[in-house]
């Protein structure tokens, strides 16, 4: 719930699970740049207890959550004398999720471990600023379906997805023809699969635009993550897979476009920065002010656009063939795609490898048409398995 204060603002309680990550940190300079209009509620972590520790004695949040068990004692021990209590695990994370002083869950954690959360977050009625696209890529279909039985909004964090949602603003009743997803190519534009043989993580890991998180660092070195975004704007945009388009825009300032069906084109543009978007989605619907630098037409001069490579980049295709696939095949992509991108970090597989296994995987998990919640998460366990087979078994 949001609190009216006396001077008429009203003060938002946000959970932010994945705190101390890319986004779960830029959330929090928007809170400490706005205390007067937003409150650090819950704050989580996977192991990273210092910076969780660091944060909660900063921010005095009502609770923090690691997801390790080991690290449960050290977090308690440092915030034993502050207000803060201190739980770990899913089940207390979901548990908690339930407060009614709730008023956003910002889920920012990475990967298939923000699907619980995010649907416990829902059925306790809470609105979501969702960074964890994963959640849409696995279970597009369940999470939407019931966030619009229990009248929650899913607010998108992705800079991409977040450009729809602002060109959509006030063009409710008008059908989309086609949306634009901007990439920008990442490090690897223009390169063939003989160059992409020989780069290290070294190389994966120096994005030309952003600075994020290592996973979605590599996946958009690979395009995949434009293929999970391509599924997850299915999602959060109700679209037809034939509606939506991918184009590498190499200055990532225009964030994405919509096409309506006169053929009038809307697009979001800015300098690529997510604290953007993450306070778009925190402070909707008001825009608030801020200081964050300002683009300058000038020194942008040009603007371009081209096709995407997808003889190159094959995962684009495989993130097409899994969304028309339908069914758990999103669910096999993305459990393949963290498990190769986890092992090329430790250098175990090279940068090709990755898109060779998960075709591997789609086309030896078993298919269901219309999986539960339990058949998303053995297929994510079953995936997993077979995905780190593939790593250690070299002859394919
Ligand atoms: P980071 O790797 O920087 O941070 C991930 C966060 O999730 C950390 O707080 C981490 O905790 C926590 N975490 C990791 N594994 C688990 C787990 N198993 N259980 C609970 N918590 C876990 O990721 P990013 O911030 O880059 O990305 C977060 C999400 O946002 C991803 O889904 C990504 O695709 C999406 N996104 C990110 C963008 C960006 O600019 N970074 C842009 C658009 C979307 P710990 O620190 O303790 O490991």
């Known amino acids: 719930m949001g609190i009216n204060l006396d ?6 309680n946000i959970a932010i699970l994945g705190s101390t990550g ?18 650090a509620f819950i704050l989580t972590a996977n192991g990273n207890a210092s910076l969780l520790i660091k ?11 690691i997801a390790q068990e080991s690290k449960l004692e050290e977090v308690r021990s440092a915030l034993k004398n502050s ?3 201190v739980f770990f695990g899913t089940d207390e994370l979901c548990s908690i999720l339930e407060r009614p002083e709730i008023a956003l869950v910002l889920t920012a954690m990475v990967g298939f471990a923000g699907l619980i959360p995010t649907l416990a977050a829902i059925k306790a009625g809470k609105n979501i600023a969702l960074a964890n ?70 190389d994966a890991l120096k994005h030309p635009n952003w600075v994020m998180g290592e996973k979605i660092t590599i996946v958009s070195a690979s395009l995949m993550n434009k293929g999970l975004e391509v599924i997850e704007a299915k999602w959060l945009f109700d679209l037809n897979p034939s509606q ?11 964030h994405s476009l919509v096409q309506f069906t006169d053929g009038s084109i809307k697009a979001q543009l800015g300098l690529p920065d997510m604290k953007l978007p993450i306070q778009y989605a925190m402070a909707y619907p008001k825009r608030m002010a801020n200081d964050f630098p300002r683009f300058n037409f000038m020194d942008f001069p040009n603007l371009s656009f081209e096709e995407a490579d997808k003889k190159t980049f094959r995962n684009l295709d495989i993130a097409f063939f899994a969304l028309n696939t339908g069914g758990n095949m999103p669910c096999v992509i993305n459990a393949a795609n963290e498990i190769v991108v986890a092992e090329f970090l430790k250098e175990q597989i090279t940068f090709l490898r990755m898109s060779e296994i998960i075709e591997k995987c789609m086309s030896e998990i078993e298919f ?7 058949d998303y998460i053995e297929t994510d366990r079953i995936t997993r398995i077979l995905a780190n087979q593939f790593v250690t078994n070299s002859k394919f």
């Open 55 to 65: 944060q909660a004695l900063e921010f005095n949040p009502k609770y923090v959550v």
């Open 83 to 85: 207000n803060t209590e």
């Open 244 to 254: 939506i388009d991918v184009i590498v825009h190499p200055q990532s300032i225009v």
């Open 22 to 39: 890319s986004i779960g940190t830029q959330a929090l300079e928007v809170i400490r740049q706005n205390p007067e209009r937003f409150k």
């Open 368 to 374: 269901i048409s219309k999986p539960s919640l339990e």
């Open 133 to 202: 696209k994963e959640t849409l890529v696995v279970a597009g279909e369940l999470v939407t379906s019931l966030a619009k039985h229990h009248g929650v909004k899913i607010l998108p964090v992705d800079s991409e997805h977040s450009a729809i949602f602002q060109c959509l603003a006030g063009e409710e009743h008008n059908p989309i023809e086609k949306i634009y997803l901007t990439a920008s190519g990442g490090p690897f534009r223009g390169k063939d699969r003989k160059f992409l043989a020989t780069i290290s993580r070294k």
């Open 7 to 12: 001077n008429g603002v009203e003060l938002r």
